[in-house]
């Protein structure tokens, strides 16, 4: 229950911090004033964005699979995704970069996909029951929430930032009370 408890308070904070950089990355550049040849780094933090409730979600794993001691089995997920990041990491970089001319893409959708191998892992390993049906169901209603968020805060990016960012945490909040992740 306190593992569940805990993916879902993870979730619940990572995912709209996730949405909400994914959604304005595009503002970014022009509201800093970068230079041009920055917006090359829109795609790589709405991938990085994605990486927040993973990692998150990941932590909590580990740190059940430790109380329940089964960190030398975490090890060896930790090794299959240490030799996963790096054979990765020299396809994908290369291939992003004659794709999009943007190599930085490729090593982004790997951190991303390294931390997905571990979070594979650490479910495989998780006793029966502990993370269960109804846990995934709150995790879908959280980016459910989160992806609803996101379409609010494109829509309404180019209009006015501080409205997106307040019309999308509303959307969010009221997503989760709506979906039955939160109740009053």
């Known amino acids: 229950r306190v593992l569940r408890r805990s993916l879902t308070l993870t979730l619940l904070l990572t995912v709209p911090i996730s949405a909400m950089i994914a959604a304005l990355a595009p503002a ?11 917006r090359n780094s829109v795609p790589v ?8 409730p993973v990692v998150g979600a990941d932590m909590a794993l580990a740190s059940a699979l430790a109380a329940l001691d089964r960190q030398r089995k975490w090890l060896y997920v930790a090794i299959i995704a240490a030799v996963f990041s790096p054979l990765a990491n020299a396809a994908l970089i290369p291939f992003t970069e004659r794709l999009a001319g943007n190599g930085a893409i490729g090593a ?3 951190a991303l996909a390294t931390e ?6 650490a479910l495989v390993l998780m006793p029966r029951g502990i993370v269960d049906r109804g846990t995934a169901f709150i995790a879908l209603r959280v980016l459910l929430a989160g992806l609803l968020m996101a379409l609010v805060v494109v829509a309404l990016r180019d209009i006015s930032l501080p409205l997106a960012v307040v019309a999308g945490g509303l959307a969010y909040a009221g997503a989760t009370f709506a979906l039955r992740v939160l109740r009053p």
Not at 45 to 52: G, K, N, W
């Open 28 to 38: 970014v550049p022009g509201l800093l004033g970068w230079p041009e040849a920055f």
């Open 116 to 121: 997905l191998v571990m979070l594979a892992g």
């Open 108 to 110: 982004a959708v790997c």
């Open 45 to 52: 933090m709405v991938i990085l964005a994605a990486l927040l």
